[in-house]
Structure formats: C-alpha cells, structure tokens
C-alpha cells in the first residue's frame, strides 16, 4: 500500500478521484489524470495544486511501472498535467513530457522510494521533504588541521592577470529576424514562431526577451578582441538556448561547437578555462554521476569535450 498524506486537499482529490472514475468503469491512467488536472484548474493555479496533482499521479502510476504501455500514458499524464494547469502551452508541454521522460523512469519511478521523495523533488520542500542523497554520507576529517592564517595581499607591482569571464552566452542557433516576439512560450523570435516581418518582429541583433542570435555573438567577440586588454578567458558555460523542450544531445554538442568556433576564431592565442553550465545537457540539468554507464550517462557530453579540447592542443 502506499501512503498518501492525511491532509484535506489530499482528501479531496481521492474523493475527486473516485468520482472521475467508478468501479465499475475502467480508464487509462492519463484519462483520469488529465479529467483530474482539467477539475483542479478551474479552482486555481497554485503550487499547492501542481503538488496534490503530482502525489496523486504518482499514487496511480508508482504500482505500475514496468507494464507494457506504462511509459506512453505517463508522458501522457505529464503532458496533460501540464496543459491542464495552464504551466505551457501544447507544444512546451508535450516537448517537456518526451523530453523528461528517461529521467522520469529512470531516477525518479526507480530509485527513489516514497510520494513524497518523488514530489519533493519536483516541486520543492514547500510540496513534500524531497530525497536528499547527502543525508546518508558520512565524511571523516582529517585530524591537526593547520592553524588559519590570514590572506596577505600581493605587493605592489606584483605580476597581475586580466581574466575575460564569459558566461550564459545562451545562442539561439534558431533565431530568425522578423519571427514573433512575444509568441507565449518560454523563448521566442525564433522558428517556427510565426513570421510576422522585420517591421513587427524580432530585430537583426536579438530582443530582450529573445536569446541571442549568432551575429550578435560574433559582434561582442569582435568587439571585445579590438579594444579590450586581457590575458585569459573563464568560460563558464550555458551555452546553450532555453527552448529545454526540444533540445538533443546533437542540438546541444553543435551549440557548443559553434560558440567554440567563434572562440578561436577570435581569441586564438588566449588560454580557455571552460566549466559546464546547467543547460548544456539534454535535458536540461540532468547530469548523472559517474556510476551510471550506457547510454544515460554523460559520456557522449564529457567524452566530445575531452576529444575538442585534446585537438585545441
């Protein structure tokens, strides 16, 4: 059995439940759940919401996983889920299901244990205590730690670095002038938002509320080599644009290359010391830990990295 928390909202939502589907009527799993979030939309769009609907969810499917046909009406529920509750528009929604879904079945539905694990690390500890996996680490210091001492400042004349730092560059290699700018979802002026002319849509060098095309980036870069004084560059990753519903890993490593290019292009006799950001894997901040292998780990991300910078040299 599982548990499902005491609370009146939950309680609700099991009566809500059993009222959507009978006993004696039998429904997919993703038609109850998307009767379920189209009911709660219509009272509100609050957190608490999006968390009832999440234990619920999890309540029906948990038990399940590993039947055939499981996997399709989870990124169903998900995607239903998400329209219902009016978080994104159909195409984020069903991007995000399909896009989230090894993680779904994978780390989420098979390694952690309870609703509230599972919904916690979803939404939050305002919906649940999430899995923490440092609560289980024990960490031995080393004895006779060195007294602290104090930092002292170079002297004057001391040999000095100027450290360009590029970061959260964001290029939006679908970036197209005169596509919609405000098109409802999360980026726009970008394929395939609606063409609406240079006169009314996004301009040539990017939009505020757009991420930035590929001449806007090759401009800075210009500009940057032309007038400023530098010795090394910290590049600190998210490289990447934030359309997370529709990213590849192919997407993702031909960004990277792309910026990479520009980099040599016009900085060829700087150091680079690159780090990753959150978005450039695929999906967006799934980074699994070396002990996972095959085709989930990050292998085709590290190894392609390893490779570009062993060339470089």
Same mark, same amino acid.
């Given at each position: 059995?599982?548990?499902?928390e005491r609370g009146?909202?939950?309680l609700?939502l099991?009566?809500?439940?059993?009222l959507?589907?009978p006993?004696?009527?039998?429904a997919?799993?993703?038609?109850?759940?998307?009767r379920?979030?189209?009911a709660?939309?219509?009272?509100?769009?609050s957190?608490?919401?999006e968390?009832?609907?999440c234990k619920?969810t999890?309540?029906?499917?948990?038990?399940?996983?590993?039947?055939?046909?499981? %996997?399709?009406?989870v990124?169903?529920?998900?995607?239903?889920?998400?329209?219902?509750?009016?978080?994104?528009?159909? =195409?984020v929604?069903d991007?995000i299901?399909?896009e989230?879904?090894?993680?779904?079945?994978g780390v989420l &539905?098979?390694? !952690?244990?309870?609703?509230?694990?599972?919904?916690g690390?979803i939404?939050?500890?305002t919906?649940?205590?999430?899995?923490d996996p440092l609560?289980?680490?024990?960490? =031995?210091?080393? $004895?006779?730690?060195?007294?602290?001492?104090?930092?002292v400042?170079?002297?004057?004349?001391?040999? @000095?670095?100027?450290?360009?730092?590029?970061?959260d560059?964001?290029?939006?290699?679908e970036? %197209?002038?005169?596509r919609?700018i405000?098109?409802g %979802?999360?980026v726009?002026c970008?394929?395939p938002n609606?063409?609406?002319?240079?006169?009314g849509?996004a301009?040539?060098?990017?939009? !505020?509320?757009?991420d $930035? $095309?590929? @001449?806007? &980036? %090759?401009?800075l870069?210009?500009?940057?080599?032309?007038?400023?004084?530098?010795?090394?560059?910290?590049?600190?990753g998210?490289?990447p644009?934030? *359309?997370v519903?529709?990213?590849s890993?192919?997407? @993702?490593?031909?960004?990277?290359?792309d910026? =990479?290019?520009?980099?040599?292009?016009?900085?060829?006799?700087?150091p680079?010391?690159?780090?990753?950001?959150?978005h450039?894997?695929? $999906?967006v *901040?799934s980074?699994?830990p070396?002990?996972?292998?095959?085709n989930?780990?990050?292998a085709?991300? !590290?190894? !392609?990295?390893?490779d570009?910078?062993?060339?470089?040299?």
């Open positions: 059995r599982v548990q499902l009146p909202s939950m609700f099991c009566f809500l439940l059993s959507l589907v006993p004696s009527q039998s997919s799993i993703a038609h109850i759940a998307h379920l979030a189209t709660l939309s219509k009272i509100g769009n957190s608490s919401i968390c009832d609907v619920v999890v309540f029906l499917v948990k038990p399940l996983v590993g039947l055939p046909g499981v %996997e399709d009406e990124v169903k529920i998900i995607s239903d889920a998400c329209m219902g509750l009016h978080i994104e528009d159909q =195409t929604c991007g299901a399909k989230f879904r090894p993680e779904v079945f &539905l098979d390694r !952690y244990v309870t609703i509230d694990e599972i919904c690390a939404f939050g500890d919906c649940a205590e999430p899995y609560d289980n680490w024990t960490l =031995t210091i080393p $004895p006779n730690k060195p007294p602290v001492r104090q930092p400042p170079p002297k004057a004349g001391s040999p @000095q670095w100027k450290i360009l730092h590029l970061s560059v964001h290029h939006d290699v970036y %197209e002038e005169g919609e405000d098109c %979802e999360p726009c970008r394929v609606k063409f609406v002319g240079k006169s849509g301009g040539k060098w990017g939009e !505020y509320a757009c $930035p $095309p590929r @001449q806007t &980036l %090759e401009n870069f210009e500009f940057i080599n032309k007038t400023v004084d530098f010795d090394v560059i910290y590049w600190t998210d490289v644009a934030h *359309n519903w529709n990213q890993r192919s997407d @993702q490593l031909d960004v990277i290359r910026v =990479t290019s520009l980099l040599l292009k016009y900085f060829p006799r700087k680079v010391y690159p780090a990753l950001g959150n450039e894997s695929a $999906p *901040n980074f699994p070396p002990f996972i292998t095959g989930e780990s990050m085709w991300l !590290y190894d !392609y990295l390893s570009e910078r062993s060339e470089e040299r």
